[in-house]
């Protein structure tokens, strides 16, 4: 079966403008999470949906949000870019929440100039 | 706050040595604790989890609850097993997944 889609897989933006990122999970997995990989700070959590709902949320300001849609796939919108932004951003889908394995998406790489 | 600890960001070890890749988290409950690795160029992927209790390319992990690891073995390290290795707790009812830094494994020849 296909696995998880990100699209677009790069992304160059500039200071201050906004960006839309997609993932399309498994066919039949209804929990999709977002990650922020940088080499300074890892693997940091975004965010986590279920069914349309936010199920926890990560410790990052209020430009970055969510949201999935009804046939699972997900979006993370992050509002006035910044430099510290840039950085390379994971989706992972899983069948059920808790317990199960997450399959990760290839990524979006964001560069912010 | 749940925390998982790797302590090496860099590890080389000779092709056919042991290797052990460290990892700890902060004690809470029970645990749901992972192995996911990155091979170059390759997305991240789940390589073993606790409760499997399996061996996946070699590698196997034992719980110790009371030294709060989780540290990941392998008897005779091969060339292909040269990735990044990530730690990972998942949060308890949930699908959130804490990591840790992760560590750079290199196998010389």
């Known amino acids: 079966k296909a696995g998880v889609t990100q699209t677009p897989r790069y992304l160059i933006k500039t200071r201050g403008q906004q960006v839309t990122l997609s993932c399309s999970p498994i066919?039949?997995?209804?929990?999709v999470s977002w990650y922020q990989q940088t080499p300074g700070q890892g693997l940091q959590f975004l965010f986590e949906y279920f069914s349309e709902t936010q199920r926890n949320k990560g410790n990052f300001p209020g430009r970055f949000s969510g949201r999935q849609f009804s046939n699972s796939r997900s979006e993370m919108n992050v509002s006035t870019l910044e430099l510290g932004d840039s950085a390379l951003y994971l989706c992972?889908?899983?069948?059920?929440?808790?317990?199960?394995?997450?399959?990760f998406g290839q990524g979006t790489r964001l560069t912010v100039v | 706050a749940q925390r998982v600890t790797q302590p090496e960001k860099l590890l080389s070890v000779f092709k056919g040595a042991p290797v052990e890749l460290k990892c700890n988290y902060s004690y809470s409950g029970s645990p749901e604790l992972f192995w996911y690795v990155q091979y170059s160029r390759q997305r991240l992927q789940l390589l073993l989890r606790?409760?499997s209790r399996e061996s996946i390319k070699g590698f196997t992990a034992d719980l110790n609850k009371g030294e709060t690891s989780f540290h990941l073995k392998k008897p005779f390290a091969q060339e292909e097993d040269s990735a990044m290795y990530y730690c990972a707790r998942q949060i308890q009812g949930a699908q959130k997944l804490v990591f840790g830094q992760g560590t750079r494994l290199t196998i010389n020849p």
């Open positions: 066919s039949g997995h209804r929990s």
């Open positions: 992972a889908s899983s069948f059920a929440v808790g317990g199960g394995e997450a399959f």
């Open positions: 606790h409760i």
